[in-house]
């Protein structure tokens, strides 16, 4: 089975910084693209940042320049390094990634962590 699960959520006050992880564990052949969302209350989840095993990035308007998203394909993790937080970015946000494991039968599908809160305080 695969599991993602998520860290280094918490309580900043704006301006200050906060960096999340989300490590892939499992019988993991390969991971395609990960990615961070979030959800406010009240609101549709949306794409915060994405990465392709690659290393392309794609990052949501509000978050470019303050947020940055890498990876470390040795250890299955995915990292959302992120800046001059603001009130705004407070949210539960979500580690996803499209997961290929398996050995004698491959599955692949997408994979979502159990959230991690941030809040920003002004």
């Known amino acids: 089975q695969v599991q993602l699960v998520e860290s280094g959520g918490g309580l900043v006050q704006a301006g200050e910084s906060l960096r999340l992880s989300c490590a892939a564990s499992g019988n993991i052949f390969s991971i395609n693209t990960m990615g961070w969302y979030r959800q406010a209350p009240g609101k549709e989840r949306e794409l915060v940042a994405d990465i392709t095993n690659g290393g392309r990035t794609n990052y949501a308007d509000s978050v470019k320049g303050r947020f940055t998203i890498s990876r470390d394909n040795a250890k299955n993790t995915v990292y959302l390094q992120m800046n001059s937080l603001k009130p705004e970015d407070t949210a539960v946000y979500y580690c996803?990634?499209?997961?290929?494991?398996?050995?004698?039968?491959?599955?692949?599908?997408?994979?979502w962590g159990q959230g991690t809160q941030v809040t920003v305080s002004s």
């Open positions: 996803n990634a499209y997961i290929f494991w398996g050995s004698a039968i491959m599955t692949h599908r997408s994979y």
